[in-house]
């Protein structure tokens, strides 16, 4: 939104300058739009999130290229940032650890940011800076910490990345693999996928679950005396409804078709959620209390549910507060509610290590809580400030000065129609042009001589940014 608190008309003298109105202002809510989100997911600290209108946004810790702007180089971003560069037209997103995943409608699945471990499935082991196609007629998906997983459209599972304990299934726990490789049984009625740090769960078409990877702390599923490991999909129980699972560090939770919510494995933090008392590991599905949830979110100690009313539920570790019922004590053993409200909706089953996410369902607005230590939160002013409740993300306000001497930029001519020099005081490297409503509407990722080629842009107002730092008006004749 903009507000213009003075604009007047630009004199001859302001325009052979360059220079821009001085005394005037112009406010805006420009690097986001506080509404619209669609879903959201957690890497180790940052944030990336999905809006309605198709489009990417990241915040926190960008390092490895999770930004997917082509340059790989590290920024700690504080405020919901469009991911310009990677386009439009999503359907899904996911975060590993320092990577992520993301679904076009047509079932193309695009990979960018760390790839040591082989979890983007390119044949090597290079981070990639930039969204890579890695699979085509993908049905559903699941992004672990280090490993990723894909159902296609005929009901094949495939894997690729970390496999030290078996995650990927294809009966062996050599440590990585860089290309995709189905799991050991072939079959062809997989119907949903979910995972965690060591493991991957799978649920088949007739309602079935099946897990393999880790096991030391029961977390696939088995018998303590079947072994600290299974390096191939083997079923959990017998039961036949169930709907969806996801695993952290140590445990899973799995939701059932009749609202039931069931939890295992190790219970160090009380991430189990089925007793008062942590520390007790689970080598098999413990049901929890209620039959109204509707679904859930898992971090790497911790875990979330809804219930059908939209309220949010939380247990587990709660370091810096990130199970957000108030508190900074070490953990929550039981489902506490989040906030006092019942109007949120479900995200991607992914949280962070120490922080989480929900957005309201009226609103669509997102709020954050945990630690902030790389701006993860998106909640702040320019301050890094954990926080034990649910706070709203922000967006970044790009007040801008139209003083040449303050910014100590300019732009000439200005108003332009074709080509702009930037004046400025330092090196100027790139710059994202904004539009009133704040989206990011051109980006100029190496600036030449500092000019910028503006014919392309209707004629208006617009923001820009430069090094992404400075911001200067522009008026597009």
Known sequence: ?????????????????????????????????????????????????????????????????????????????????????????????????????????????????????GQLGTGDNTNQFSPKLIMQNVK??????????????????????YNDWGGIGFGSSVGAVNVWTQESSKATDWKAVGTGYYNTYGIKTD?????????????????????????????????TNWAEVSGGEYHAIGLKTNGELWAWGGNPNGQVGVSATAGTTYYSPQKMTGTNWSALAVGKLSSFAYKTDGSLWGWGDN??????????????????????????????????????????????NMYTWGWDGYWQLGNGDGVQANSNVATKVTCENLAVSESSAVNRIALYPNPAKDMVQIQSSKAVTDAKVYNTAGAIVKTVSSIQDNKINVSDLPAGVYIIKINNADTVKLIKK
């Not at 990877?213 to 600290?228: K, V």
């Not at 070490?330 to 995200?347: D, H, I, L």
């Open 1 to 117: 939104m903009v507000n213009f608190l003075s604009i007047s008309k630009l004199g001859k003298k302001q325009l052979l300058a360059g220079a821009l109105l001085v005394a005037s202002q112009v406010n805006l809510n420009a690097q986001c739009n506080l509404s619209g989100y669609k879903k959201m997911s957690q890497g180790e600290s940052f944030t990336v999130a999905l809006k309605n209108d198709s489009s990417l946004w990241l915040w926190g810790y960008n390092n490895y290229g999770v930004s997917g702007n082509g340059t790989g180089q590290y920024t700690e971003i504080q405020h919901p940032s469009q991911m310009s560069e990677v386009g439009t037209g999503w359907v899904d997103v996911q975060a590993g650890t320092a990577h992520i995943v993301a679904l076009k409608a047509n079932g193309d699945l695009y990979g960018w940011g760390a790839n040591n471990y």
């Open 140 to 161: 559903a998906y699941s992004v672990g910490y280090l490993h990723t997983m894909v159902i296609k459209n005929d009901g094949t599972m495939w894997g690729t990345g």
């Open 207 to 239: 309602g079935t679950l099946w897990a393999t990877g880790a096991n030391l702390y029961g977390q696939a599923g088995q018998p303590q005396a079947s072994g600290n490991e299974v390096d191939v999909f083997t079923k959990v129980g017998t039961d």
């Open 319 to 364: 370091s810096y507060g990130k199970i957000g019922v108030g508190s900074t004590s070490s953990s929550v053993n039981v489902p506490t509610q989040v906030g006092t409200g019942g109007n949120w909706k479900a995200y991607s089953t992914r949280a962070g290590y120490y922080s989480t996410g929900a957005i309201e369902a009226s609103t669509t």
